[in-house]
C-alpha cells in the first residue's frame, strides 16, 4: 500500500511539532533536533517537517511504497507521465534509508517516489539528493534552452 508523503520546511520547528500535533491529533512518530515526522493512517501520509536550509514552505512531495515490486510500479508510472527522471538510488535521507528517484511536476514542484529499508542515525548530508536535484534542475534547463 503506497502512503502520500509531503515534506514542508520550517524556521521554528518545536512551534511548528505543536501545531501539526494539534492539527493531526497525533505526536510525530520520530523527533530530531532538525526533523519531525507523523506516519498518519488517517489520512494515509508520511508528513515530515525540518529546518533544513531551505526557504519555508513545501519542499517536496512525495509518494512511499512498501516493497520493490510497488517501487518499480511508481517508477513506470514517472516514465509514463514525462519529464526527466532523476534516479538517486540508494541513500541515507532524513534518518531513514531509502531508495528514490525524482521527478518536477509541470507546475515546477519536486516529486519524490522512495522505498523505505531502515533506519539512520543521521539525517544525512543531502548530497545524493542536492546531486538529484540539480541534475534534474540542469536537466529541465537544458530542455528549455534558459
Known amino acids: 500500500m503506497k502512503r502520500m508523503h509531503v515534506h514542508v520546511s520550517v524556521q521554528d520547528l518545536p512551534q511548528s511539532i505543536g501545531f501539526y500535533s494539534a492539527l493531526f491529533d497525533a505526536e510525530p512518530a520520530v523527533v530530531k533536533p532538525d526533523y519531525a515526522k507523523w506516519m498518519l493512517d488517517d489520512p494515509r501520509v ?3 517537517i525540518s529546518t533544513r536550509g531551505r526557504e519555508p514552505g513545501l519542499d517536496h512531495l512525495g509518494i512511499q511504497v512498501e516493497n520493490k515490486t510497488e517501487l518499480h ?3 513506470a508510472r514517472l516514465r509514463k507521465a514525462g519529464g526527466t527522471v532523476i534516479g ?3 541513500t ?3 534518518y531513514a534509508k531509502s531508495e528514490k528517484s525524482w521527478i518536477d ?3 515546477g514542484i519536486a516529486w519524490e517516489t522512495f522505498h523505505t529499508t531502515g533506519e539512520n542515525i543521521e539525517y544525512g ?3 545524493g539528493e542536492n546531486e538529484a536535484r540539480v541534475a534534474r534542475a540542469t536537466a529541465c534547463c537544458v530542455a528549455t534552452t534558459c
Do not use: K, L, W
Request: aromatic share 12%.
Open 46 to 48: 508520511n508528513f515530515a
Open 73 to 75: 510500479e511508481v517508477y
Open 88 to 90: 538517486q538510488g540508494e
Open 92 to 94: 541515507a535521507c532524513c
Open 105 to 107: 511536476d509541470p507546475a
Open 125 to 127: 548530508d543531502g548530497t
